[in-house]
Each structure stands twice: as C-alpha cells, then as structure tokens.
C-alpha cells in the first residue's frame, strides 16, 4: 500500500505543476487584454480604422495588440442611421415617396497613444493594453513613450508662450513616432534634451523679461510719488511704498492687469490734484470731504432726515464746496454737520409716541394687503386709519391686521364685492398704548377683544382709565383678521367714563363674527398742537358732527390738516354696515 500512495503524491504534484504552468502562460494574456463592454473611452485617438460589417472588438484588440504606439482602443459598433424622404400625396390614396432608406455605418476601430477618462456607453467596446514591464524596452515602445514626451513638451510651450516652431515642435503624434522608429536611442535622446534646454530658455527669458518690466513699473512709480510730494498731493496709491525696491517687489507679487490699473489710477488722481492747483488747500479739502462723507453715513445710519448739498453722498460735491471755503467757513459747516447728527441721535433715544402718515393704494383683489413700515419702532402700538377717499363709488373701509412694533397691514374692503377697487387715498395715526399727556393734552389708547357683534344686539362695554371733564371723541379700528367676513366697528353711549362697541357685518350675514381685537384713542374735543415726545409737531382738531346721512356734508378746518380720522358714534344708528367716505376741498 505503500507505494502506491507515493504515486498518487507525485501524479498530485505534477497535476499541480501543470496547472501553473496554464495559468502562467495565460492569464498574462486575459490581463493584457481584457475587454471593457458598454464602455467608451475619450481621448489620445492617433489612428481611425473602419472595419468589415460583421467584425467584432477582437479584431480591434488585435490592432492595438501588434501596435507598439497603441495603449488603449475603442471598438464602436455597426449601427444604422435612418435617411429622411419626401412624400407627395396625389390623391387620396395614390402616395409618391422619395428617399426614406435606412443607412448602415461599418464598424470602427480607434486606437489610442494614451489612456483616457471611460464612460458607460452601450455603442462600444474599450480596452487598455497593459504591457509587462521588461527592464529595458523594445524599440517600439520607447518611441511611443518618445512620441508622448514631446507632446507633452509642446503643450508645455503653448501655455507659457514660448512661440517655438519647427518640426522638433509640430504636435502630431504619429510623425514623432515615426521619426523615432527611424533613427537610434542617442539621437531620440538628444532631442528629449534639446527640447527641455529650450524650455529652460523660455523659461529664464521670460523671468528676465518680468524683471525688466517691473524694474520700468517702478522707476515709473517713483516719479508719480516725487510729483505727488512736489505738489504737496497725497500718496495717489496706498498699495505702494516709497522705496524703490518694495514697488518693485510689489511689481513681482501682482498680475499685469492689476498693476497696469494701479498705475492709471495713481497718474489720474495726480493729474487731478495737480489741475485742482494742488497744495496744502487741495489736502484740506480732500480731509474735508472725508470727513462729511463720514457724517453723511452716520446720519443715515441713524435714520436722520437729511437734503441738500450740504448732505450730498459723492465726494466730488464736498470738495467743490470746500475749495470756496476758508478754514474757519469749512470747521464751521464739519460742526453745523455733527450738531444736526447730535440732535437726532437724541431725539431717537426718547421713546416713540405717535406718529401719522397718509398713503395711496390700488386694491387688485381681496387678497392684496399693503404693508405700512413706521419711522421708528415702537413699544405696543395702536392704529387707527382714516375712512377711503371718493374715487370709486363702491362703498369701503380699510381694515386692519398684523400690527407690530415695525408696521402694519391693510386692505381696502368692500362688502358683497369682489374686493378690487381703484387707487383711494387713507391717513393713519400710530399711537403708544396707554394715557399720553402733551403739554395738558391728553390721549388714551388702548385696545379691547370683542365678539360683540350687532346682529345679536350685543355690545362691549370699554372703560376708560382717564378721568375726562367731558366726553371724549373715540376713535375706533379693527387690527385682527380672525375672521375673513368684511366687518367694521361700531360705538355709541360716549360717557366720560366709558363706552360701547360692537363688531358690523353686511346685513345679510346672520352667524355673527370671530372675536377680533379693536383699537380705540379717546381724546378731548377742540383744537390741539401736540410737540411733547414727537419728532414734528401735530395739529389735531376733534369734534362731533351730529345728523348726518348719506349725502355730503362739508367739514369747515380750522387750518389745512394733512388727514382725519372720523368715526361712526351713536345708538340710534341702523344695524348695517356704514362706511365713511371723504372728498378733498381746498
């Protein structure tokens, strides 16, 4: 038993030595050649064969395989490309055509000198030699690799503009190659050499050339400086120095656009100094004009509310002014400047009470809202709008929402419409919550949440924090939009103590309305001039205009006011809506 389990040991090794003996003679070939389908490789093509219809990618391998120049190839199939016809239509069955075959393209094989980028394509089949590495090369392969340095060495002389030609410097693969195929290793060496000398050439004579031009920028520099100093003119570049090494070296650091600009920019601003008759005026008042530009910026930073020269945003305007100037004139409009800027920031620091303004809009639809910023910010504001101009002959109201210590919205509504109406004009009055004492003129602001609407008879009652001599004029305005039915306020039974209010919707509509929060200012009736905490001052005239109807009726001012703000008072009033509308007479 022996013996034969030592036969069995040997037939094992020489099985095993067969088969790596298979796998070394053939993977090298699988490996070398290995196939790439659906697959499309760009670039380095040298050579474009069109094959035989019916040929396959091996005959495509076997091209770059017997190649020594080839490194990689695409195999792109045979396909068919459809040829457009002409019809004509005699009759209405008889139909004549022209053209319309369908045209076959052979296959085509494309070799490659380099190895590009692959992309998925299903039109083609790639493949990437790769070639054992011997310790030295046949002749074949070390031209390929020949032809692809110089390549390599011509693109390197476009980018640097060498402007180097002749045939040591053409850019065609297949001619370097061939060359290289008809001469010897020391000769394809010299010209890899001579090449890379004359690059080094290139290269040294441009850095000489750079060098030369620099030295020229900033000899160039140096005189605009000396003008600069000569004419008592600023520095016309704070880029530069005033030694001739440093803009030199600047000079080396920046790209010729930017130093080309440099310098134009710097000989302009001299020219300007000098025709200005330069000195120390002209250095006064470039001081000058920096110095209201500076205070120009802070005023508008601050929110202060500037026109005129005096506040203009250019620097050409300031040094003009400046030049018909003396000094003491100059100092004094720098400090009229800074006193104006002093008193605002001032003002801004007190707290804001009230304001008012008017617009004019254009209601598109019922789901525009224009927005109405404040000139400054307040703490808890209430807004009472006037009623809308006569324009339009819809009836309608502003209605209020989104009240914040920035702004407010507002629409224009009309009951039972489609909520488009023409341009109208409306003033408004923006007051701090609370009891205001100007100068012995007192307002209240306030704001109550009411369901109370009209249609169920029922009403609010508001009680007032003052204590009023008389009864005040209220002043309501809804300022919520909880409930997308037009609506109105209503108030009737003004006491000096309280009042009542209710919510109005079109009469038609019987389900009442969501609670919404309405805003009401009380004040005293007569002729007031409100100063104390504002900006500006306010003229306000209050009263009562009793019996009135649907016809006009004519409001004498005591003086031109800039708006009003009327509202609806009294109990025996009619349970639908009612709208105040107003028409300028001058």
Known sequence: MQPSRTIFQIHKGALFALF??????????????????DSLRIGGD????????????????????????????????????????????????????????????????????????KHANECCTSGVKRVVQRTRPNKAERCANYAEEALEQQDKTLSRRCNLRGNRWQSNYRKHYRWCMGGSRRAAERETVARNDQLQECRDNRRVRRDRQCDRYANTA??????????????????????????YQWCLDNGR????????????????????????????????????????????????????????????THYKACRTLNGRQARAKTQLRASFINRCVSRAAQPRVMETGSVQVRQRNARQWHKVRFSKRFRDPVVIMGPVSFNGGDPAHARVRSVSPRGFEFRIEEFGKDGAHIRES???????????????????????VTGADMVNRDWSSVRLSNRWRQAP?????????????????????????????????QESDRQGHARETVAFV??????????????????????????????????AFPNRLAGCQPSLQGHNLPMVPIHLTFATEI
């Open 20 to 37: 790596a003996t298979i796998v070394i003679l053939f993977a090298p070939i699988n490996k070398a050649m290995a196939e790439e389908q």
């Open 46 to 117: 040298y050579q474009f064969l069109t094959l035989q219809a019916g040929d396959g990618f091996q005959v495509c391998r076997r091209a770059c395989k017997d190649d020594a120049s080839c490194k990689a190839w695409t195999f792109i199939k045979q396909r068919t490309k459809r040829k457009e016809g002409i019809n004509f239509k005699l009759g209405p069955d008889l139909n004549i055509g022209f053209g319309g075959q369908n045209e076959i393209i052979p296959p085509q094989c494309r070799l490659k000198h380099s190895v590009g980028p």
């Open 222 to 247: 140096m005189d605009v400086l000396e003008q600069a100093d000569a004419n008592n003119c600023r520095t016309p570049n704070r880029e530069w120095d005033n030694e001739h090494e440093r803009v």
């Open 257 to 316: 656009t930017k130093r080309r600009n440099v310098l134009e920019q710097a000989q302009t601003k001299l020219a300007a100094c000098i025709r200005r008759g330069g000195g120390a005026r002209s250095e006064r008042c470039e001081i000058y004009a920096d110095n209201a530009l500076n205070q120009v910026d802070q005023a508008k930073q601050n929110g202060c509310r500037t026109r005129g020269v005096t506040w203009a945003s250019d620097f050409k």
């Open 426 to 448: 409306l003033s408004y009055m923006v007051i701090e919550k609370g009891v205001h004492n100007f100068d012995g003129v007192v307002i209240e602001a306030g704001t109550i």
């Open 473 to 505: 004029v209220v002043l309501t305005q809804i300022q919520t939009f909880r409930g997308a039915d037009p609506v109105s306020s209503r108030i009737k039974n003004v006491t000096r103590r309280q009042f009542e209010v209710a919510l109005s919707e």
């Open 522 to 555: 009380a004040m005293s009736q007569g002729r007031h001039r409100l100063d104390a905490g504002l900006e500006r001052g306010v003229g306000v005239w209050s009263g009562r205009v009793s019996r009135t109807n649907d016809k006009w009726r004519r409001i």
